[in-house]
């Protein structure tokens, strides 16, 4: 039997400590391993990515030619630009084409000029694409709405992202953290992610710390440092980039993990958080909801005495309920890589079966 040929575009492992990165490295781990009698993978990488790839896969390293030349990219039966951001797609008309949305984050985010710019890369994309996927419903409605005249009949198809179980990995406190009992969060500090009404909510519990760590290069960082320091709110600490090993830690140790965000495509953290079993808490908006699908408490505003009052709740109702952790766990376990995967090889085969 004659093995059809799946690239998938990790040229995103040259960036390995973003979000496309870890997503490029753990699908060159899953993918890799498997032996299809059917199906045979590509990996597309970066020219000069050096770590070594394991498994059954074919390697091609991606030069700057191949973006101006396509004629220079593999011949496959299948592509999946595994992000809305791939810079290179096939040229032949042949070619099955599988198109991955993880946010429309540019929507809020850019100036109207750039919006205009993402609008069109995108159009272009999903007029290609046999299949489009979304890591959310809320992302899968989200383009519906806004390129309801270029899908025409396409539906968006929602294959939740997969998230690594770390639950059990080794572990290092942080030098920052102190003896004090700590709520934790993560993310980049952006405006998006509301971390800076986390301020005025811990002057409410003055017994624990809030760690609130993340790329803080970004001007919500400079805010919060201000303020912190203006307003002496010394029970909070904006820490900067934390390792894995620390990330860990964290989530083992925290009581509580806060993330009032509303710019999420998914909100991979809060999964993680309850691998620990954690009290999470969650904003009204977004996927957040939908992502934690009621093992979690969902402030149902950003007021600083309701994100209060419901900390003190849901503390308490994580004490009195014992179930609450286990529910959890077990919530978050559904989002492995093995359902992951099996829900796009069997996207690949309907494609390519067709």
């Not at 806004?146 to 009949?153: A, Y």
């Not at 939740?160 to 004090?180: L, M, N, R, S, T």
Request: one cysteine or more.
């Amino acid at each position: 039997m004659t093995k059809q040929k799946v690239l998938l575009d990790l040229t995103n492992l040259k960036n390995p400590n973003c979000g496309f990165g870890q997503i490029a490295i753990n699908y060159a781990n899953q993918f890799g391993k498997l032996e299809l009698e059917d199906i045979s993978f590509v990996f597309l990488i970066p020219e000069n990515y050096n770590r070594i790839i394991e498994g059954n896969a074919e390697i091609v390293r991606y030069t700057k030619q191949m973006r101006h030349d396509k004629k220079l990219l593999p011949k496959v039966n299948l592509w999946h630009a595994v992000n809305q951001n791939q810079k290179v797609n096939t040229n032949e008309d042949n070619t099955k084409v599988v198109f991955t949305i993880h946010d429309l984050n540019y929507l809020t985010e850019k100036q109207w000029y750039s919006r205009i710019k993402h609008d069109f890369i995108l159009k272009n994309r999903i007029k290609r694409a046999d299949a489009v996927t979304a890591i959310s419903g809320f992302v899968a409605r989200q383009v519906e709405e806004r390129f309801k005249k270029t899908l025409k009949q396409k539906h968006v198809e929602v294959i939740y992202d997969a998230v690594e179980w770390i639950a059990g990995k080794p572990q290092e406190k942080p030098a920052f953290a102190d003896q004090k009992p700590f709520f934790f969060t993560i993310g980049q500090i952006r405006m998006k992610k509301n971390f800076h009404l986390l301020l005025d909510v811990m002057k409410q519990f003055p017994e624990h710390n809030l760690y609130i760590c993340g790329d803080d290069h970004f001007e919500a960082g400079k805010l919060i440092a201000s303020r912190i320091e203006k307003e002496k709110i010394n029970n909070v600490k904006l820490t900067g980039k934390i390792s894995e090993q620390e990330k860990v830690w964290l989530y083992q140790h925290a009581e509580a993990f806060l993330f009032p965000s509303q710019g999420e495509g998914f909100g991979l953290p809060v999964i993680e958080a309850m691998q620990f079993g954690k009290p999470v808490l969650v904003s009204n908006y977004t996927c957040l909801p939908e992502i934690t699908a009621g093992h979690a408490f969902v402030w149902k505003d950003l007021t600083t005495q309701t994100m209060a009052d419901g900390i003190r709740q849901y503390l308490d109702e994580f004490k009195q309920n014992p179930n609450i952790k286990e529910q959890m766990r077990k919530h978050a376990l559904s989002f492995n890589y093995e359902n992951h995967v099996n829900e796009y090889i069997t996207l690949y085969r309907k494609l390519l079966n067709s």
